[in-house]
T-cell receptor
Framework: AQKVTQAQTEISVVEKEDVTLDCVYE???????LFWYKQPPSGELVFLIR??????QNEISGRYSWNFQKSTSSFNFTITASQVVDSAVYFC??????????????FGTGTQLKVEL | GAVVSQHPSRVICKSGTSVKIECRSL??????MFWYRQFPKQSLMLMAT?????????EQGVEKDKFLINHASLTLSTLTVTSAHPEDSSFYIC?????????????FGSGTRLTVV
């Protein structure tokens, strides 16, 4: 069965610090997709990134960057120069395969990020 | 991009009554929709997967008779919490799949916060 582990329950940083959120996953499949979502206090899930298992290129989007390493089954997320608006719960998620149906997302337990002034 | 509308955003109901939550895909057809439940400070747990025109597939431990799911059209899925009790109080969030989206189909509604008194 697939599993996603986010060992960091809560992280507090001071604004402008860099912060890395860890994500480790388990899957038996060779084809899978990894996601990061942001959940602000309002509750909605904001999609941040999707990565498929065949694409190990790291990605940068503004202050966000992601490091995907299949060798260690990790998909870590770094926020550079954090801001108060980054305060939220961040979820890593895994979806196995992309067949005609039956796919579902498995979420990690989330990391609460608090960015203070 | 794909938009999923979920209503109501908040609902308070008396113990013993039933509550219906709607999840609509506004600009795409969703053959598959997912229903999640999230307790405070916890992760999203998949409750069931609904496919248009067929019975929903429930995750282990989810009571089918308590959480009725109907997916009668390609744009609408409903979750009815029957005979609600205070322990059913939670945040319910739906997701609809649109294969054309960069997040690979997992577009989330804004969630429904249910409080049973």
């Amino acid at each position: 069965a697939q599993k996603v582990t986010q060992a960091q329950t809560e992280i507090s940083v001071v604004e402008k610090e860099d912060v890395t959120l860890d994500c480790v996953y388990e899957t038996r499949d060779t084809t899978y997709y990894l996601f990061w979502y942001k959940q602000p206090p309002s509750g909605e899930l904001v999609f941040l990134i999707r990565r498929n298992s065949f694409d190990e290129q790291n990605e940068i989007s503004g202050r966000y960057s992601w490091n995907f390493q299949k060798s260690t089954s990790s998909f870590n997320f770094t926020i550079t120069a954090s801001q108060v608006v980054d305060s939220a719960v961040y979820f890593c998620a895994l979806s196995e395969k992309w067949a005609g149906g039956g796919n579902k997302l498995t979420f990690g337990t989330g990391t609460q990020l608090k960015v203070e002034l | 991009g794909a938009v999923v509308s979920q209503h109501p955003s908040r609902v308070i109901c008396k113990s013993g009554t039933s509550v219906k939550i709607e999840c609509r895909s506004l600009d795409f057809q969703a053959t598959t929709m997912f229903w999640y439940r999230q307790f405070p400070k916890q992760s999203l747990m998949l409750m069931a997967t609904s496919n248009e025109g067929s019975k929903a597939t429930y995750e282990q431990g989810v009571e089918k008779d308590k959480f009725l799911i109907n997916h009668a059209s390609l744009t609408l899925s409903t979750l009815t919490v029957t005979s609600a009790h205070p322990e059913d109080s939670s945040f319910y969030i739906c997701s609809a799949r649109d294969l054309g989206e960069p997040n690979y189909g997992y577009t989330f509604g804004s969630g429904t916060r249910l409080t049973v008194v």
